[in-house]
């Protein structure tokens, strides 16, 4: 058996580009649903937009140098391609950093704006014109959203079209891998704004925490039917499917799949999280917060879109070498 081509700069650009991906577009929709000319959730909108560019920066930068020669990564920008998945993705992720980029800097108060232009050093050429870029951006919120919405979706859904374009390796040859990574970017996203939250000093409202559960419940709950149409299907898919899914079903990725994936990563934080909403389910109450169970199911919830990442990429290249 070869060893992998990709390895775990991969696993941590996919992660870190679907993380940033559902950051973005929960902040955006809450962006979006107003009341009276301003977001319904205000402080979910402003630290998803604080939070949304550093996650893909990072993975874009370690992308970079998973490249043979990465001091050349700038001849991806030089032509752009429609037949190449790597070149739509290249310019795909530069839009999508560059719209967290002003997003966020539409959401900084004038106080921190001005901290942030107060940094730039006096000799610094044509510091003048950078300091004419202070200004309020505060009124394209809504446009930032709606221009973001499409591109998050699109690096969410890139992240597993890079895989299952490469069809010699049955693991990742399924429109299903997409849809997976997708709905798995927006749920981790969504639990990185619980934590947050979380963490964050202040009262906590609890129509955000409302929201952001019934939210991720949902999309854990349609993670979870995504996961077992695939593995059905590829059952009854071809010889070489079947084999590769034979790698999560007895063989040596099963306890990483079943155990710390779809056990840790997916059904433990949606009990945690259905525990918590019971009141509201059972219509005897409001929702029931406790900050470390939700801060371990928001936890589990990342980590599990972690290890989703780690078992496509290693067992489906191990799926073509069999």
Known sequence: MREPVWEFLIVNYLFLGGLSAGIFFVSAFCTWLQTDGKPVYPRIARTGA???????????????FDLGK?????????IFRWESPMSIGSWLLLV?????????FAWLTEDERN????????????????LALNRDLGSWKRRLAM????????????????????????????????????????????????????????????AEFRF???????????????????LIHGQLSVLAVR????????????????????????LLPLAIELWEFKPVLMGSGTLHITRGLAMTAAGLV???????????????????FR
């Open 50 to 64: 604080l939070l949304a560019p550093w996650p893909v920066a990072l993975g874009s930068f370690l992308l970079i």
């Open 70 to 78: 990465w001091w050349r990564f700038w001849k991806l920008f030089v």
């Open 96 to 104: 999508f950093t560059g719209i967290t980029l002003v997003n966020l």
């Open 115 to 130: 901290a942030l232009f107060a940094r730039i050093p006096a000799r610094t050429p044509g510091r003048a014109r950078i």
């Open 147 to 206: 221009l973001g919405f499409p591109f998050a979706i699109g690096v969410g859904i890139y992240t597993g079209v890079l895989l299952g374009a490469v069809q010699a390796r049955p693991f990742w040859n399924t429109n299903l891998v997409a849809q997976l990574f997708l709905f798995s970017a927006l749920s981790t996203g969504t639990a990185a704004l619980i934590l947050a939250r979380m963490v964050e000093k202040g009262p906590r409202d609890l």
């Open 212 to 230: 952001l559960y019934t939210l991720d419940i949902c999309l854990i709950l349609l993670e979870f039917f995504i996961v077992l149409p695939y």
């Open 243 to 266: 084999e590769a899914l034979s790698l999560v079903l007895g063989g040596p990725f099963t306890f990483i799949f079943w155990g710390l994936f779809l056990g840790a990563g997916l």
């Open 302 to 320: 990342i980590f599990g879109g972690y290890v989703l990442r780690y078992v496509f990429v290693f067992a489906g290249q191990a799926s073509g």
